[in-house]
């Protein structure tokens, strides 16, 4: 499990027997965790203290997952904020994505899923603090993003110029599930946001330059009906797509 | 929906009259002398003396007065034409001839010379009565068809007064409501003492009153036969009503009058209130079904949610306690099983409410490039855990394909051909998936050993909510499976279908082909 001695979780549910197991595990692991039943009890608690990452229930009586995400995130821009939602709802992943979380954990979830989400969110939220990086290595793949270029295994791959911004923001929000609108949105261009084509096709090509098997993608993994996630298997916290279904 | 009736007539010579032209065709092609038609129309003797005998006591009060007030030929002749005239406007044709006649003897006795003598004396006087015969005949003629022309219009306006004032009543009857209520209206109209509709829709026999002559056995009679019942002597006449060519039902009126002039119209309205009844009822149950949709959305949304967060908190607390250091190999051997078997009751929840959803709504694939073998290999590993002592085998016969497909769809409809293979197999068989290429499609043959599938249900095994004679008791299911199996297939461009031969004694196949896109095409080729 993740060191985290100095970071703080809100876990907000209104099942108080999910709330105990989770606060319960997550101390063990090292976080300094606080639990309230409504998102109305969550938005109250951030105004007056600041957490690190916010574990938000979609379903709940009252204020409902998404408003008390909206609230969050425009009380606290920088807290990193988990959303459970159930399966089989895409819309609810969207919905919440589009609403500021970060991420999100399907019911029934494993605790190692759940402690690797809230992993990759801290991680991340870190990172963003510290400022961009000139390039980042994930796996054999070596970008460096002010010369533009991308390397795999020290051989060069020549990109074009969309191609890049793609895999480069895809990387820079490693482990970060993306909204087809928003990838669509930061490389094509606010007008753009349903032209899902467009984006199916660029990560079909890159899928072909730097995997080694375009079926079976390990760096550029579907959410399927959300977007697409940049998986680092050098991020040993970093969730990916068979750990969903690894039972 | 065009609507045909087959009235006496018609029968015989098999031809089908729309409805809406039905009653008026019926009304005017008929003769004008038909029974039914107002008494005064029918010849009776007993009215003829009786008018006769009026018709005689005027001609005598006009002959005594004009004897008495000294009438001559001609004023006599005047009043005697009044009352012809106004005894053939009420009487009938017989009575005015007759009286015409007394009139004539008494013309000629009393006011032609010589009087009081039928003889007459010079031959102008006999022009005279003769003209005067002629005229009162004429007349009499004349009025009594005009009069009887107005009794056989107004007859007519009566009757399609009536025939309107039941189409009202039946438009405005409710045709859910208990079984004959709505088929009231026909009764009383025409005589009509019992009415009955059989719906060969719903097999359900509708009736209105009570019945001497077994009117619903015989209407239901008429329409098995598909032919028309007319039994004058007991007053039934069943009539059998077409739709689009079909014989969709019957109608029996019992104690109808004038059967050959209002049959036709009736059974052409019975026949609408057939249609609108199968209209209301095709409403009622797509209103129901909505609703049901809907009930079974929310239920589904509640057993996701219900189910789902009590598996999350065990998977949670187990996950937590596996990690925990302090838990000796036992205690976390047990934290694990409890953690597999909680994690393996989340799947198949999912599993469950993802096929139930799939079965209502339409199938949206999340297209990609997905590896075939891989997606198999995916659900044999889930399915080889849970399987028992089922050996499940994956032959691959060709090299790696890929198809567009939607890998989490693919992956369920491959679970659910696993999974049928698995419960409906013989113990300690095995399960073999063979994996082929052909014409452009990549195939997936399930094979395993158990009861074949009989022939009379190999038609039937891919429809919703359907299960098989032995399944239903051999093994709990929904009956979905291999319907949204074969759904998912589709959606994908390919097909899943029973690959066993009939004759095969003990194995069941099923196939699932998906179209190899054009350009994985071109790198096989190339």
Not at chain 1, 45 to 59: G, T
Not at chain 1, 68 to 95: H, L, N, W, Y
Not at chain 2, 64 to 83: R, T
Request: aromatic share 8%.
């Amino acid at each position: 499990m993740t060191s985290a001695v100095s970071f703080s979780i809100l876990v907000v549910d209104d099942e108080p027997s999910l709330r105990k197991v989770i606060r319960a595990s997550l101390a063990a692991g090292g976080y300094t965790v606080e639990e309230v039943g409504t998102g109305t009890d969550a938005v109250g608690l951030l105004q007056r203290r600041s957490f690190d990452l916010v574990l938000l229930d979609i379903n709940m009586p009252g204020l409902n997952g998404l408003e008390a995400c909206r609230k969050i995130r425009s009380i606290a821009p920088q807290t990193g904020i988990v959303m459970v939602t159930v399966r089989d709802a895409e819309e609810d992943k969207v919905r919440a994505l589009e609403a500021g979380a970060d991420d999100y954990v399907t019911k029934p979830f494993r605790f190692r899923e759940l402690v690797a989400r809230i992993g990759a969110v801290l991680r991340r939220t870190r990172r963003h603090s510290l400022g961009e990086p000139s390039h980042v290595e994930a796996g054999d793949l070596r970008v460096d993003f002010r010369r533009r270029k991308l390397w795999k295994r020290s051989e060069e791959i020549h990109l074009s110029p969309k191609e890049f911004d793609l895999l480069a923001f895809l990387m820079k929000n490693q482990g970060a599930p993306m909204t087809h609108a928003k990838l669509l949105g930061a490389v094509w261009g606010p007008e753009y946001g349903g032209e899902l084509e467009y984006l199916r096709s660029y990560v079909r090509m890159l899928r072909k330059k730097i995997e080694d098997d375009p079926a079976q993608p390990f760096y550029l993994m579907t959410e399927p009906w959300v977007g697409y996630r940049f998986n680092n298997p050098a991020d040993s916290g970093s969730p990916s797509s068979q750990l969903l279904e690894d039972e | 929906m065009p609507v045909s009736i087959q009235n006496g007539q018609a029968a015989g010579s098999g031809s089908q009259l729309r409805s809406s032209l039905a009653t008026r065709e019926i009304f005017l092609a008929r003769p004008q002398k038909q029974a039914g038609l107002p008494a005064s129309l029918n010849f009776s003797w007993g009215r003829s003396v009786q008018w006769c005998a009026l018709g005689s006591l005027g001609v005598a009060v006009i002959t005594w007065a004009g004897f008495q007030l000294g009438f001559n030929f001609a004023a006599a002749s005047l009043c005697y034409l009044l009352l012809i005239v106004l005894e053939s406007l009420t009487g009938d044709f017989a009575a005015c001839c007759l009286v015409s006649l007394v009139a004539l003897g008494s013309l000629d006795y009393f006011f032609t010379s010589p009087i009081l003598s039928f003889r007459v004396g010079h031959p102008i006087n006999i022009l005279a009565l003769f003209c005067f015969l002629a005229t009162a005949l004429v007349i009499t003629r004349l009025v009594s068809k005009v009069r009887d022309k107005a009794e056989l219009s107004y007859a007519q306006h009566q009757k399609t007064q009536q025939l309107y004032e039941v189409a009202q009543h039946l438009l405005a009857a409710d045709p859910r409501e208990a079984s004959g209520a709505f088929l009231e209206p026909f009764r009383g109209a025409f005589g009509v003492r019992a009415a009955c509709l059989f719906d060969a829709e719903s097999s359900e026999l509708h009736v209105a009153g009570s019945s001497e002559f077994d009117l619903p056995e015989r209407t239901r009679d008429a329409f098995i036969r598909g032919q028309n019942d007319d039994d004058r002597r007991c007053g039934v006449f069943v009539r059998c009503i077409r739709m689009a060519g079909r014989t969709t039902g019957a109608v029996g009126f019992e104690g109808l009058e004038d059967a050959s002039l209002t049959a036709g119209p009736l059974t052409a309205l019975a026949a609408a209130l057939l249609e609108r009844t199968h209209a209301v009822r095709n409403a009622n149950q797509a209103a129901a079904a909505a609703q049901t949709e809907a009930y079974r959305s929310v239920i589904l949304d509640a057993l996701a949610h219900e189910f789902k967060t009590p598996l999350s908190t065990i998977l949670a607390a187990a996950g937590a306690l596996r990690e925990a250091a302090s838990l000796g190999p036992e205690h976390l051997e047990m934290a694990e099983t409890v953690e597999a078997e909680a994690a393996r009751l989340g799947r198949l929840t999912t599993r469950l409410i993802r096929t139930a959803r799939l079965e209502q709504e339409e199938i949206r694939p999340w297209m990609e490039l997905t590896h075939f073998t891989s997606v198999v290999a995916d659900a044999v590993n889930q399915y080889s855990r849970i399987s028992g002592d089922r050996r499940i085998n994956v032959l691959e016969r060709c090299h790696a394909a890929d198809v567009l497909a939607d890998p989490d769809l693919l992956r369920l409809a491959i679970s659910q051909l696993l999974d049928n293979a698995c419960k409906y197999s013989v113990a300690g068989s095995s399960v073999d998936l063979i994996i082929t290429k052909q014409d452009g499609h990549i195939s997936l043959r399930v094979l395993s050993t158990g009861t074949p599938i009989l022939s009379s249900e190999r038609a039937h095994i891919f429809n919703r909510f359907y299960r098989g004679v032995d399944a239903r008791r051999m093994t709990a299911g929904t009956g979905l499976g291999l319907y949204v199996a074969r759904k998912i297939a589709i959606a994908h461009g390919g097909n899943l279908e029973l690959d066993s031969e009939p004759s095969a004694e003990e194995s069941v196949a099923f196939r699932m082909t998906l179209p190899i896109p054009e350009s994985e095409l071109d790198d096989i080729r190339g």
